[in-house]
Structures are given as structure tokens and as C-alpha cells.
Nanobody, 125 residues
Framework: QLQLVESGGGVVQPGVALRLSCAAS????????MGWFRQYPRKERIFVAS????????HYLDSVKGRFTISRDNAKNTVSLQMNSLTPEDTGVYYC??????????????????WGQGTQVTVSG
């Protein structure tokens, strides 16, 4: 089992930045590609970003490219999502997730085995 705990969500105004973090425990963190997903109420989770096991390969949802940056620290068992220039469309519950099969991480929720409990991000103002 891999336990994932997100933090860093909140209510912010458009244009500001927010940094989400996800702390992992229970298994060897570097064995997993990691991803971030966003979910709106009553909607499916959508892919936001992924990072490979060693941190060298990243992928992003088109609408966040150039604004969001995913990174990981395998020594500290953490993955982060730096979100800049936030817009109301970035609002949602953000989940970090672990992909045990793919080196660079998949883009579908079904690709991920372990999930955190989510952290709410609300961009309003």
C-alpha cells in the first residue's frame, strides 16, 4: 500500500499562485510515476499533470501548460504542483495519484492505483 496525503489547497483570487503538495508513505516512492487530477462536482476526474519515476519526463493538460509545474523529490517522498496565474476554470478538488505500471505515468484515472483524499482549490473573486 502507498498512502498519499495532499495539502496546500485554498481559496484564492484569479491571477495568484498556489502550490499543492502530496506526501507519500508506505512503499518505495521512486517506484511510482505520479500524477495530479482535478475533479469538478458531479464530473469525472481529469488529468492535469504527470511526472515520471525519476522526474525527467512530465506531461500536462494543454490548458495548464506554461502555468503549472509538476515536480518531485524522491528523497523526501513528495510530489508538488506549482500553479501560477490561476483562473476560475482551475477550481476543483485536486488529487495526487500513483501509477505503478508506467514509467512516465498515464493520463487516465484508471492508470493510477493509489489516490490521495484530495484538496480543494477555489479560484474566485
Amino acid at each position: 500500500q502507498l498512502q498519499l496525503v495532499e495539502s496546500g489547497g485554498g481559496v484564492v483570487q484569479p491571477g495568484v499562485a498556489l502550490r499543492l503538495s502530496c506526501a507519500a508513505s508506505g512503499r518505495t516512492f521512486s517506484s511510482f510515476a505520479m500524477g495530479w487530477f482535478r475533479q469538478y462536482p458531479r464530473k469525472e476526474r481529469i488529468f492535469v499533470a504527470s511526472i515520471s519515476r525519476n522526474g525527467t519526463i512530465t506531461h500536462y493538460l494543454d490548458s495548464v501548460k506554461g502555468r503549472f509545474t509538476i515536480s518531485r523529490d524522491n528523497a523526501k517522498n513528495t510530489v508538488s504542483l506549482q500553479m501560477n496565474s490561476l483562473t476560475p476554470e482551475d477550481t476543483g478538488v485536486y488529487y495526487c495519484a500513483a501509477d505503478i505500471l508506467r514509467f512516465s505515468g498515464g493520463s487516465r484515472p484508471a492508470d493510477y492505483t493509489y489516490w490521495g483524499q484530495g484538496t480543494q482549490v477555489t479560484v474566485s473573486g
